[in-house]
DNA sequence: AAGTGGTCTAGACCACCTT
DNA sequence: AGGTGGTCTAGACCACTTC
């Protein structure tokens, strides 16, 4: 149990106020926990093991102890399709950057990844950038100021095809776990699209909490 | 774009703090995002939709404007395996209640879920209040108190078995949506594991943001 | 300069839990 | 009864954006 939240104010010469900030914030990561009437305690550790947010696959795989790896199988710039431009709300044949890699952990082949991004103008990336960066995410916020805020996801499965199969090592119609993403800056303007397929090697884990409100008091 | 919290706080006669938290919660449902210096305004409606909370199979169809259905395939109270008890951090050999359930959506087998409940004794559920409830969840919420708090999930690709073909309607082999959860009741028990497989029609949507503490300000 | 959200304060009272 | 977190207040100042 951690000190009482009366306690920690005076303890760090700030209102009770602005300790229970910080302690919400340790919440949401699924650090700690507060019980009404019993008080504040550490979380069990998969609750916070199982935390998930938008970052980089690179900081992913450090967080689970692997060292992730990229290779670039395609990098050009294109004019956006129809189906492209849709998803990212702007006009059609407007240019976007491709980005295909492979990405590995610990040296094992774990997935595929194909990225259309919409930079605002007249920013581009270049494969010598990608692969000094090692992270796509990183990259566009340091050089652009271009910051990932929030990601919109689609999950399913689906079967390897000759190119994934070749890619991955795997055969044939193997079950893959494919993810799709919209990511949004803090801007909330859609940068990035992102098809993502994961052979059975790799798994997402995630953390889905309840919600709060008393309007959606539904089960 | 919303009214300033100011004016918010003058129209209800609440104070500026509550109005920030009513305005946080909303931001948490993805319903609107505040940008600091320029105001408050309503998220594009693609960001709450996808936000995922924990809740029934049910709540979760009702929300993609579809009729979720259940069929119960098994149900039984059974000592718990050396695996079961591990995760669910009771004794081997605790009693357990096993739920296998063949999920529809629209009337079109989706997913065979296979939980494992691992409920304060005495509590048991039996098949008549499942199929009267529809809603696991909510059974154990209303009979026994114990609210379903956060989900520790685990996703991934597999395979369709001989039994998972038959049930759902594919080919032995098609490629499936695998999801392990561990659920945690607001009292931090291990409640119960379940284990979801999901045909290619079904898709998990999934919003996720980007951690905002200081510390992890690495992408 | 004016308006916005972001942070912080010092205090009050309520709701819940444990003893 | 006493301790805990949950909510709310009225005000202050800072940081950022737009005009």
Redo the contacts with the bound molecule.
């Keep these: 149990m ?1 000190p ?4 920690l104010s005076t303890y760090l ?6 300790v ?2 910080a302690v919400r914030l340790l919440e949401d990561q699924g650090i700690v926990y ?7 305690f550490v979380s069990p550790s998969l609750v916070h093991a199982m935390s998930r947010f938008l970052g980089s696959f690179s900081l992913d795989a450090e967080k689970r102890g692997s060292k992730a790896g990229q290779k670039i199988l395609l990098i050009e710039d294109v004019p956006a399709s129809l189906a492209i431009a849709g998803i990212l709300e702007i006009e059609p044949r407007t240019i976007v950057t491709r980005l295909k890699r492979l990405r590995s952990m610990d040296g094992v082949p774990i997935g595929i990844q194909d990225a259309y991004l919409a930079l605002p103008a007249p920013a581009r990336v270049t494969r010598q950038e990608v692969e000094h960066y090692g992270s796509l995410y990183r990259l566009i916020a340091e050089k652009f100021g271009v910051i990932p805020a929030e990601g919109l996801e689609s999950i399913g499965a689906t079967s390897a095809g000759e190119e994934d199969a070749a890619l991955l090592g795997v055969g044939v119609g193997t079950p893959l776990l494919i993810c799709e993403r919209i990511t949004l800056s803090d801007r909330r303007q859609r940068i990035e699209y992102c098809e993502m397929r994961y052979t059975q090697a790799y798994r997402y884990n995630n953390r889905i909490d309840r919600q709060m409100t008393t309007a959606s008091f539904k089960i």
Excluded at 4 to 7: A, K, N
Excluded at 13 to 18: E, G, P
């Design positions: 951690l009482s939240e009366r306690d010469n700030v209102s009770r106020d602005t229970r900030k507060s019980d009404h009437g019993r008080g504040t």
